[in-house]
Antibody
């Protein structure tokens, strides 16, 4: 069974940092692009970042560029995002999403919640 | 950036009746490779999103055939032929043709009257 399990969320003060992780199983992780997508409380889905299959290419939403860094460890089947200089507007559920080659986003994790508050 | 606009944002439906959600993009979603990267996702209350439709009209495995997608260029539609109680939730269209960024519609809330 294809599974994505996020972790690392929590309560952080404005300006703080968190490292989110996503453990993948049930598929050949190294063959897939991956994304992070955020959903603020009661709001819609917003794409945050993507990384290609070998980690050599990444992209970011303008709102997080320079503050977030996406990475992956294919030997550990794990996706990461380092979130720095966190703001109130960064709060929400962060989903790890697999990208079906040639088709697009398909499988979503259960999400991990980030709360930014003093 | 490609802007995705859904309507309506709220859709009360009677059980057994059809429902239709519109999604319009600010630019054509036809890619130079001939594919149109328009997906539909369902998010039931308290759950993660689940893909229903890819390439405009292809249903994912396990998706009931009461769900169908259509459209081309900049205008797309998700239809539910007969709404069931389990269809309650939020529905999002998403484009993956012109990236980054990948962009979602605002979401349409389907509820039972």
């Amino acid at each position: 069974e294809v599974q994505l399990v996020e972790s690392g969320g929590g309560l952080v003060q404005p300006g703080g940092s968190l490292r989110l992780s996503c453990a993948a199983s049930g598929f050949t992780f190294s063959n897939y692009w991956m994304h992070w997508v955020r959903q603020a409380p009661g709001k819609g889905l917003v794409w945050v970042s993507h990384i290609n299959s070998d980690g050599t290419s990444t992209s970011y939403a303008d709102s997080v560029k320079g503050r977030f860094t996406i990475s992956r460890d294919n030997a550990k089947n794990t996706l990461y995002v380092q979130t720095n200089s966190l703001r109130a507007e960064d709060a929400g559920v962060y989903y790890c999403v697999r990208d079906d080659p040639g088709i697009g986003m398909d499988v979503w994790g259960q999400g991990t919640t980030v709360t930014v508050s003093s | 950036d490609v802007v995705m606009t859904q309507s309506p944002l709220s859709l009360p439906v009677t059980l057994g009746q059809p429902a239709s959600i519109s999604c319009r993009s600010s630019q054509s979603l036809l890619h130079s490779d001939g594919n149109t990267y328009l997906n539909w996702f369902q998010q039931r209350p308290g759950q993660s999103p689940r893909r229903l439709i890819y390439y405009v009209s292809n249903r994912d495995s396990g998706v009931p055939d009461r769900f169908s997608g259509s459209g081309s260029g900049t205008d797309f539609t998700l239809k539910i032929s007969r709404v069931e109680a389990e269809d309650v939730g939020l529905y999002y269209c998403m484009q993956g043709t012109q990236w980054p960024p990948w962009t979602f519609g605002q979401g349409t809330k389907v509820e039972i009257k």
